[in-house]
């Protein structure tokens, strides 16, 4: 299978004034196309910070992140941005949808941040509504809809630009229950369905569970995988 993550010997420290803080010690960590990878980790051990890097929202101190064999970091900022909203759907743990935009407007915001119209993406918009589930919230806003609805409303943001790869850090960890389980449920008709690599973090051992792989962080390192 081809790859589609590929992280050698990622080292991340952040300075806080005199001190530093080393966070990840040397990653390596390759992700084929399709797989869903579940990252378990105790609070603090660097689990949302690699996934930053990952999808270059961060740097890496030292070390390299190929993505779709791609180096974001070395990339000029507006390459970098077009190529992450292309390549990377992200995913986070409350949702950060734009409370004054509706359903359509939040999911369409990529394009529309691209230079698209909203006009020309009608019939996009009906499909991937119909895969998360919200054909007749299309005109409601954030505040109207249950969290559930919310985390849809973000996978379908996620999705729309059509990318390989879906980052989630912790995307039901402000659900309940039964909500987080549908939620899943989702990932995983993604992941099967149209063949999406998905990577999320996740505190739940029943929902790393509907990964493929599970990855372990402890103290900045693989533990095991
Ligand atoms: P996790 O997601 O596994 O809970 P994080 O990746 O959020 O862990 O954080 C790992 C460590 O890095 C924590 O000690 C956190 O305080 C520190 N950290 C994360 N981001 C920053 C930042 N921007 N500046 C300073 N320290 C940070
Ligand atoms: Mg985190």
Redesign the pocket.
């Known amino acids: 299978m081809e790859k589609i993550v590929e992280c050698n010997k990622i080292c991340k420290n952040?300075q806080?004034g005199e001190v530093t803080?080393d966070?990840l010690k040397g990653i390596d960590l390759t992700i084929k196309k399709g797989e869903f990878v579940s990252i378990m980790?105790?609070?603090?051990?660097?689990?949302?910070?690699?996934l930053y890097l990952i999808g270059g929202l961060d740097k890496a101190t030292d070390g390299t992140i190929l993505v779709n064999n791609k180096e974001l970091s070395v990339m000029k900022d507006k390459e970098q941005s077009i190529l992450r909203r292309r390549d990377i759907g992200f995913v986070f743990q409350f949702y950060n949808l734009i409370p004054n935009l509706n359903v359509e407007e939040n999911i369409l915001l990529p394009i529309l941040l691209d230079g698209g119209k909203l006009k020309d993406y009608k019939e996009k918009l009906d499909k991937i509504l119909e895969v998360v589930g919200l054909k007749d919230r299309r005109t409601h806003k954030p505040r109207e809809l249950s969290g559930g609805q919310q985390q849809r409303v973000a996978i379908a943001r996620a999705l729309i630009n059509e990318p390989d790869l879906i980052l989630a850090d912790e995307p039901i960890g402000n659900l309940d229950s039964k909500t987080g389980t549908e939620i899943m449920e989702l990932f995983k008709k993604i992941n099967r369905e149209q063949g999406k690599t998905i990577v999320q973090?996740t505190h739940s051992r029943e929902a790393a569970e509907y990964g493929t792989r599970i990855v372990n962080?402890l103290d900045g390192k693989v533990v095991e995988t």
């Open positions: 952040f806080m803080i966070v980790g105790p609070s603090g051990s660097g689990k949302s910070t690699l973090v962080l």
